[in-house]
């Protein structure tokens, strides 16, 4: 079978859920026997997302082989459970570094470098070596940004093009909007239907139109579309919101939406499995306990919607782990700088901390209180990147006694550099060699005998994604071991520390990488697992 392409792209609005669609459609098609993978195109020009603000951009996924990339691809690898690569993401950024590259190795032999040519067809090439490193049979590929614009037309450009070149093999799904304005009280369909043409006057033609909205699409407006833009109404597929984004695909495949893209491609399907997707969406749906949260980080003024995009694989497995144990979780962001004013009584009757990842000096000391907030009084405590680190600078002061610990991240010239950069980092930062030089990707660990660490992977070694530039001094490792903070795991050279843990504690451990870019609905991460078991038997207490 050719490789079949399927384009993802979003009209009226962003922030109506491309990412988890595309993952959807990926899902059913990989259900129904194929070999499926995804690609996220970003139309801007940072060749990856490594040097983008998280709070305007969302989280920045890491992939195994190191690859800073949009939270889209955290996404896909949840819908597919499988990982991707650095094939799997695109950034008009890291087009124009080839084009440009080629151009200057005299690539194009003296034949003028077109703009609106030689960028798509090598958007073309990176689509089929994609499919190939792979061995993906069908590839969805989103277009980020929203249809209108200018920045995205290159990526459009590559499907019109391909479309000419392949037509039985490729096909379009377009992402639309549809308001239910509040002085209306009704649906209105007008918008979906510019964003539909405007996608025509790129020469393209949805095959299928999404219709996003409060509330199912009715047949009515579905017609209307349907005869405004030339499509048939069984190939608009409503897509209501949802309690949680797991049943997406669900509810794409009542409308028998794979059938209908198969049936397109002029392709039979092989089988049909979606049973353990259907368990699990019953288990999250009819967990009927709650649990309370506390994320505690710096507040970011943009909002608390801004905040949970920043941390967005974080919340998602938390709720993989939750409903193992009935739990639906209640996450509450808590500002660390409300805590350096009033105190951690805020912390009051939470189940369960958790520090994320984070940069920076502002509001760390508020993070440092609730770390010793959480310690003191046997609330488990999970500590992801950031959060092992400045748990080991809250035991080097509250325990070893070291008043002036810190990371060398926020006071270079303390005595006790609990947390500190090494000489390679040094060398970048100080030349300015920052995209895509921290401690990245997958590494490997080997863990203590006899820790909570062991006991929760079942497994003596492992790996993990890392995205940090600063590491635990090791030469407070036997102090920190005497006085009860255990390192529990290392990179398998035994050099770097990958994981900490108190002893005498319901939980309490922190980890040098992020377990959370490898938790998947149908396969939670131990440790989120281990946390939210901690956390539900503390509700209890
Ligand atoms: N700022 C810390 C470092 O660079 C932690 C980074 C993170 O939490 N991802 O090491």
Same mark, same amino acid.
């Given at each position: 079978?050719?490789?079949?392409?399927?384009?993802?792209?979003?009209?009226?609005?962003?922030?109506?859920?491309?990412?988890?669609?595309?993952?959807?459609?990926?899902?059913?098609?990989?259900?129904? +026997?194929?070999?499926?993978?995804?690609?996220?195109?970003?139309?801007?020009l940072? *060749?990856?997302a490594?040097?983008l603000?998280?709070?305007?951009h969302?989280?920045?996924?890491?992939? !195994?082989?190191?690859?800073?990339?949009?939270?889209?691809?955290?996404?896909?690898?949840?819908?597919?459970?499988?990982?991707?690569?650095?094939? &799997?993401?695109?950034?008009?950024?890291? #087009?124009?570094?080839?084009?440009i590259?080629?151009?200057?190795?005299?690539g194009?032999e003296?034949?003028?470098?077109?703009?609106?040519?030689?960028?798509?067809?090598?958007?073309?090439?990176?689509?089929?070596?994609?499919a190939?490193?792979?061995? %993906?049979?069908? *590839?969805?590929?989103?277009?980020?940004?929203?249809?209108?614009?200018?920045?995205?037309?290159?990526?459009?450009?590559? &499907?019109?093009?391909?479309k000419?070149?392949?037509?039985?093999?490729?096909?379009?799904?377009?992402?639309?909007?549809?308001?239910?304005?509040s002085?209306?009280?009704?649906?209105?369909?007008?918008?979906?239907?510019?964003?539909?043409?405007?996608?025509?006057?790129? =020469?393209?033609?949805?095959?299928?139109?999404?219709?996003?909205?409060?509330?199912?699409? !009715?047949?009515?407006?579905?017609?209307?579309?349907?005869?405004?833009?030339?499509?048939?109404?069984?190939?608009?597929?409503s897509?209501?919101?949802?309690?949680? #984004?797991?049943?997406?695909?669900?509810?794409?495949?009542?409308?028998?939406?794979?059938?209908?893209?198969?049936?397109?491609?002029?392709?039979?399907?092989?089988?049909?499995?979606?049973? !353990?997707?259907?368990?699990?969406?019953n288990?999250?749906?009819?967990?009927?306990?709650?649990?309370?949260?506390?994320?505690? =980080?710096?507040?970011?003024?943009?909002?608390?919607?801004?905040?949970?995009?920043?941390?967005?694989?974080?919340?998602?497995?938390?709720?993989? %782990?939750?409903? @193992?144990? !009935?739990?639906?979780?209640?996450?509450?962001?808590?500002?660390?700088a409300?805590?350096?004013t009033?105190?951690?009584?805020?912390?009051? =009757?939470?189940?369960?901390?958790? *520090?994320?990842?984070?940069?920076?000096?502002?509001?760390?000391?508020?993070?440092?209180?609730?770390?010793?907030?959480?310690?003191? &009084?046997?609330?488990?405590?999970?500590?992801?990147?950031?959060?092992m680190?400045q748990?080991?600078?809250?035991?080097?002061?509250?325990v070893?006694?070291?008043?002036d610990?810190?990371?060398?991240?926020?006071?270079?010239?303390?005595?006790?550099?609990?947390?500190? #950069?090494?000489?390679?980092q040094?060398?970048?930062?100080?030349?300015?060699?920052?995209?895509?030089?921290?401690?990245?990707? %997958?590494w490997?660990?080997?863990?203590?005998?006899?820790?909570?660490?062991?006991?929760?992977?079942?497994?003596?070694?492992g790996?993990?994604?890392?995205?940090?530039?600063?590491?635990?001094?090791?030469?407070?490792?036997?102090?920190?071991?005497k006085? +009860?903070?255990?390192i529990?795991?290392?990179?398998?050279?035994?050099?770097?520390?990958?994981?900490?843990?108190?002893?005498? @504690?319901?939980f309490?451990?922190?980890?040098?990488? @992020?377990?959370?870019?490898?938790?998947r609905?149908?396969?939670?991460?131990?440790?989120?697992m281990?946390?939210?078991?901690? *956390?539900?038997?503390?509700?209890?207490?």
């Amino acid at each position: 079978m050719n490789t079949k392409i399927i384009f993802v792209s979003g009209g009226v609005i962003s922030g109506i859920g491309k990412g988890v669609a595309t993952s959807s459609i990926a899902l059913l098609l990989k259900s129904r +026997g194929f070999k499926v993978t995804a690609i996220k195109a970003d139309p801007y020009l940072n *060749v990856d997302a490594g040097t983008l603000n998280p709070i305007e951009h969302g989280e920045v996924f890491v992939l !195994d082989d190191g690859m800073e990339c949009d939270q889209d691809l955290g996404n896909y690898e949840r819908f597919l459970n499988q990982n991707l690569n650095s094939t &799997n993401y695109m950034t008009t950024g890291q #087009i124009f570094k080839t084009v440009i590259e080629k151009e200057r190795a005299l690539g194009y032999e003296g034949k003028t470098v077109e703009f609106f040519q030689d960028p798509p067809r090598e958007i073309i090439k990176r689509i089929y070596s994609c499919a190939k490193v792979n061995r %993906a049979e069908i *590839v969805l590929f989103e277009i980020g940004g929203t249809v209108g614009e200018y920045q995205n037309l290159l990526f459009l450009e590559a &499907n019109r093009l391909l479309k000419l070149s392949s037509p039985r093999d490729i096909l379009h799904v377009h992402l639309t909007y549809l308001p239910i304005p509040s002085s209306i009280g009704e649906m209105k369909s007008k918008p979906a239907q510019m964003s539909i043409l405007q996608l025509a006057q790129a =020469g393209i033609h949805a095959d299928f139109v999404l219709a996003r909205s409060q509330v199912a699409v !009715d047949d009515k407006r579905k017609e209307k579309i349907a005869i405004a833009c030339g499509l048939a109404a069984e190939d608009i597929i409503s897509a209501p919101d949802v309690e949680s #984004i797991y049943q997406i695909p669900l509810n794409f495949e009542n409308q028998e939406l794979s059938d209908k893209i198969l049936e397109k491609l002029k392709t039979k399907p092989r089988k049909s499995d979606l049973s !353990d997707w259907k368990i699990m969406v019953n288990r999250v749906l009819t967990a009927k306990k709650t649990a309370k949260i506390a994320m505690v =980080g710096k507040y970011f003024s943009t909002g608390d919607f801004t905040l949970s995009d920043a941390y967005l694989s974080v919340i998602e497995s938390i709720r993989h %782990a939750a409903s @193992h144990f !009935d739990i639906k979780p209640k996450m509450r962001w808590i500002d660390s700088a409300q805590i350096e004013t009033e105190g951690s009584g805020v912390l009051k =009757g939470f189940d369960g901390i958790i *520090v994320p990842g984070g940069f920076g000096v502002r509001a760390v000391e508020g993070i440092v209180s609730a770390i010793k907030y959480a310690r003191e &009084n046997n609330i488990p405590y999970f500590g992801l990147c950031y959060g092992m680190q400045q748990a080991a600078v809250e035991f080097a002061r509250n325990v070893l006694g070291y008043k002036d610990a810190n990371t060398t991240e926020i006071n270079p010239k303390t005595k006790h550099p609990i947390i500190h #950069i090494m000489q390679s980092q040094k060398d970048n930062v100080k030349y300015k060699n920052l995209g895509a030089t921290m401690r990245l990707g %997958a590494w490997e660990w080997k863990t203590q005998k006899g820790t909570t660490f062991e006991r929760v992977y079942k497994s003596t070694t492992g790996s993990e994604r890392h995205r940090h530039r600063y590491e635990f001094n090791n030469k407070y490792r036997k102090e920190f071991e005497k006085k +009860g903070l255990i390192i529990s795991a290392t990179t398998t050279d035994g050099y770097l520390v990958e994981a900490m843990e108190l002893k005498n @504690h319901p939980f309490f451990v922190g980890v040098q990488f @992020h377990p959370e870019l490898k938790s998947r609905p149908l396969r939670p991460h131990p440790l989120y697992m281990a946390f939210m078991e901690a *956390v539900s038997k503390q509700k209890k207490r």
